[in-house]
């Protein structure tokens, strides 16, 4: 009779096909870990991006002030642009639209919101040269980001 036990327990031993409670654990705190790793990674990549994309956004403005003052101020310095129509040395967004320099609709990538445009402009300083470029978009929580012009201008033109 022992030997008829013996060979149940060792028959049962084998056909055991499961994992163990400490197996599971331990897969799940492995993947606790790498998890923790990873997310935060993740989040940097994505504002990284919503950053690039804002700042190519910045870019196609620029080049569009770049035709306005072209065509419309015979390609000379842009400090002209500095006393017309505002004497503030500012550009913004809305003149360019209203010129057809720029699409009516503009979003801001990071926030998806249409930009507005009276607050979002080109400042240049007092040689005509670009000092930064201010992008705001229409939400209750909007806040001013401004770029730059040495990171706006690095940006490859999309056109």
Same mark, same amino acid.
């Given at each position: /009779?022992? *030997?008829?036990? /013996?060979?149940? &327990? ?6 055991? +096909? ?5 197996? &599971? ?14 997310? $935060? ?9 919503? +950053?690039?994309?804002?700042?190519? #956004? ?13 065509? %419309? &101020? ?9 006393? *017309?129509?505002?004497?503030?040395? +500012? ?15 503009? *979003? ?5 919101? $249409? &930009? ?12 005509? *040269?670009? %000092? #930064? ?14 770029? $730059? ?6 940006? %490859?033109? #999309?056109?």
């Amino acid at each position: /009779m022992r *030997t008829a036990v /013996m060979k149940r &327990l060792g028959k049962a031993k084998e056909d055991q +096909k499961g994992f163990t409670l400490i197996e &599971l654990l331990a897969v799940i705190v492995i993947l606790a870990v790498i998890a923790a790793i990873a997310i $935060p990674l993740i989040g940097g990549i994505i504002n990284k991006s919503k +950053k690039d994309a804002d700042v190519s #956004t910045a870019r196609q403005i620029y080049d569009a002030a770049r035709l306005y003052v072209t065509s %419309e &101020l015979n390609g000379e310095n842009p400090k002209v642009v500095t006393t *017309t129509p505002t004497s503030d040395g +500012k550009l913004t967004v809305k003149q360019l639209q209203t010129k057809g320099y720029l699409d009516t609709n503009i *979003t801001l990538p990071s926030t998806k919101k $249409p &930009l507005n445009v009276d607050d979002s402009y080109l400042q240049y300083k007092a040689d005509g *040269t670009l %000092e #930064t470029i201010t992008l705001t978009d229409t939400s209750s929580t909007a806040i001013a980001k401004t770029y $730059p012009a040495s990171e706006v201008i690095a940006v %490859e033109s #999309t056109r």
